[in-house]
């Protein structure tokens, strides 16, 4: 409806432009809100205060102008205006049926657009090194990322998921020398055990594992332990796989699936990380200082130069992250997304700095971020930290198996990815209202609930009907919950636009909320059967809207409670 007020308002301007009240270079930028005060009618736009000038006349002056060149629609039942020169548009009840026959001609398509008009986004996120089970804080870049990748294909884009993780370095060798420790027979508390060792239950699964020759397979790999505790190469890459496997099951658990895999240790062997070196020294960005090498990314805006190649002749992590950037890049993305957690905010200026240096074309900017904040579990009041597997955090498998996928997702999507999380299980539990996710759900399988009780009734819904008749529904409720049903394609799009999935889930608590006040105070299966089919399809397009915000959510849509 808001875009529909738009082209109202876009329209008339036009005429305006026409007639010589406004100049024919006026560009407007119309904003059209929602009121606080229904009295004030359904939406307002303040864009005659934003023109006046250019019309060099009063706003309210131009508002009248406005509402007067403002074209016929069904839609609207009138104009009025207020205060300096707001314009008030109040919907009509004519607008109640054209919306819900939309979305029930529209189905799961509802709310979604052509915005990407199929170019190419990759969105990475997880992106976890394989040395342990996927903690919470993974969870919630699976959560966002996943939701991200929904919304993106929802509003017109291709979309790539990937994942890139170090398959080799420090951690990596520790995790190897952890194992082999544990294959020889070692525990945490023995003198022998290497001082940076990983010391979770998870460990010993693994040793166990290659001890005994299994063959374990990954979304990207396969290997087989060759049960020789002094192999140190193959324990390395045995336990990249299992755990690999490992993480596999768990967003398999989550609802999450990747089309890439990327290895770091490719960027090296392909001889990419040499190449970007290389180029960035050819293009005059470099110096040796200390015995290191120097990228100049003060030259872009970092606030220091920072170091590309160490004393001892390695490279720091930010290097082949540019190297992957680039090769992103050479992959044809008009648009990259990382999602990560808020740990890599400092890294971003770098490899933007370093981008830029290569002198490739890629625009200043790229790649955009989405940063989560960690989460906080919590139960009775008090944080959970420790998992008997992992030892020394809460994995993700921990948090699904205790509360439920839908419940895991929906509570780390559910808040703006740049603030804390507290996760609370008990709430994550409950059967009440007080449980956001469950609150959406009840309202989406009370619907389903109204049907089964019409058929224990012996009697039918005919959509055909209830779409003639939708010019009973006249309270004041039906006509909130319709508005509030028409605004989730503008939501859809905002939360695309500004890559922030919570704003789907808090539209779907408030919808839910809408349906739940206005089932509890009107009674649907009436006698009235003309009333009792409208309301019927206000109710059938109030589920789907619900399962549409759902799905983008990954989150399931049930029948039954």
């Known amino acids: 409806?808001?875009?529909?007020?738009?082209?109202?308002?876009?329209?008339?301007?036009?005429?305006?432009?026409?007639?010589?009240?406004?100049?024919?270079?006026?560009?407007?930028?119309?904003?059209?809100?929602?009121?606080?005060?229904?009295?004030?009618?359904?939406?307002?736009?303040?864009?005659?205060?934003?023109?006046?000038?250019?019309?060099?006349?009063?706003?309210?002056?131009?508002?009248?102008?406005?509402?007067?060149?403002?074209?016929?629609?069904?839609?609207?039942?009138?104009?009025?205006?207020?205060?300096?020169?707001?314009?008030?548009?109040?919907?009509?009840?004519?607008?109640?049926?054209?919306?819900?026959?939309?979305?029930?001609?529209?189905?799961?398509?509802?709310?979604?657009n052509n915005d990407g008009a199929g170019k190419k986004v990759q969105i990475e996120f997880v992106s976890a090194n394989p040395t342990g089970p996927l903690h919470i804080g993974h969870g919630r870049g699976a959560a966002v990322g996943d939701c991200l990748s929904r919304l993106m294909e929802a509003t017109g884009w291709e979309v790539t998921r990937e994942f890139y993780y170090n398959d080799a370095g420090a951690q990596i060798n520790n995790l190897a020398l952890s194992v082999q420790a544990r294959c020889k027979g070692l525990t945490p508390e023995d003198p022998g055990w290497p001082e940076d060792g990983y010391r979770g239950a998870y460990i010993t699964e693994l040793a166990e594992s290659f001890m005994r020759g299994d063959t374990v397979s990954s979304e990207d790999q396969s290997f087989t332990g060759t049960q020789n505790a002094d192999d140190l190469e193959a324990i390395r890459h045995f336990a990249v796989a299992y755990l690999r496997h490992e993480q596999d099951l768990d967003l398999k658990a989550f609802g999450v699936d990747f089309d890439v895999y990327f290895l770091e240790s490719s960027l090296y062997s392909e001889g990419k990380v040499e190449e970007t070196v290389q180029t960035l020294i050819n293009n005059g960005y470099t110096y040796e200082d200390g015995g290191a090498l120097w990228l100049r990314t003060t030259d872009?805006?970092?606030?220091?130069?920072?170091?590309?190649?160490?004393?001892?002749?390695?490279?720091?992590y930010f290097v082949p992250d540019v190297a992957y950037h680039m090769n992103k890049w050479q992959r044809g993305f008009d648009t990259v997304i990382n999602e990560q957690g808020a740990?890599?905010?400092?890294?971003?200026?770098?490899?933007?700095?370093?981008?830029?240096?290569?002198?490739?074309?890629?625009?200043?900017?790229?790649?955009?971020?989405?940063?989560?904040?960690?989460?906080?579990?919590?139960?009775?009041?008090?944080?959970?930290?420790?998992?008997?597997?992992?030892?020394?955090?809460?994995?993700?498998?921990?948090?699904?198996?205790?509360?439920?996928?839908?419940?895991?997702?929906?509570?780390?999507?559910?808040?703006?990815?740049d603030s804390h999380l507290n996760f609370d299980i008990d709430l994550a539990r409950s059967e009440s209202a007080d449980n956001p996710v469950y609150y959406i759900q009840y309202a989406h399988a009370r619907v389903c609930s109204i049907f089964r009780k019409l058929a224990e009734n012996n009697q039918q819904w005919d959509e055909q009907t209830g779409q003639n008749a939708l010019d009973r529904l006249t309270?004041?409720?039906?006509?909130?919950?319709?508005?509030?049903?028409?605004?989730?394609?503008?939501?859809?799009?905002?939360?695309?636009?500004?890559?922030?999935?919570?704003?789907?889930?808090?539209?779907?608590?408030?919808?839910?909320?809408?349906?739940?006040?206005?089932?509890?105070?009107e009674k649907t299966l009436v006698d009235d059967t003309d009333l009792r089919n409208a309301r019927l399809t206000l109710a059938v397009a109030v589920r789907q809207v619900l399962a549409n915000g759902l799905d983008l959510l990954g989150v399931n849509a049930p029948d039954l409670m």
Request: glycine letters at 8%.
């Open 300 to 316: 872009f805006g970092d606030d220091k130069d920072r170091v590309m190649r160490k004393t001892d002749g390695g490279y720091t």
């Open 475 to 521: 309270l004041e409720s039906e006509k909130h919950l319709t508005i509030k049903l028409g605004r989730y394609p503008e939501v859809v799009k905002r939360a695309a636009d500004v890559r922030e999935p919570h704003l789907i889930a808090t539209y779907l608590y408030e919808l839910a909320s809408d349906f739940h006040t206005y089932y509890n105070s």
């Open 1 to 112: 409806m808001k875009q529909h007020i738009a082209d109202l308002i876009n329209t008339a301007l036009t005429t305006l432009i026409e007639n010589g009240t406004l100049p024919a270079d006026t560009q407007p930028n119309i904003m059209v809100e929602n009121t606080r005060d229904k009295s004030h009618g359904d939406f307002a736009s303040n864009i005659a205060l934003t023109l006046a000038k250019a019309a060099k006349c009063n706003p309210r002056e131009l508002s009248q102008k406005i509402c007067a060149a403002l074209p016929g629609s069904d839609n609207v039942e009138k104009t009025e205006i207020a205060g300096p020169g707001f314009i008030n548009f109040f919907v009509s009840d004519a607008s109640t049926g054209n919306l819900i026959k939309t979305i029930l001609q529209q189905k799961s398509d509802y709310g979604r």
């Open 343 to 417: 740990d890599h905010h400092s890294t971003i200026t770098r490899v933007r700095a370093g981008l830029q240096a290569l002198n490739a074309g890629i625009p200043k900017g790229w790649p955009d971020y989405v940063l989560h904040q960690m989460a906080t579990v919590m139960r009775g009041g008090e944080e959970v930290k420790i998992s008997k597997r992992a030892g020394s955090y809460l994995t993700l498998r921990d948090l699904i198996d205790e509360v439920g996928r839908d419940a895991t997702r929906y509570f780390l999507a559910a808040r703006k990815s």
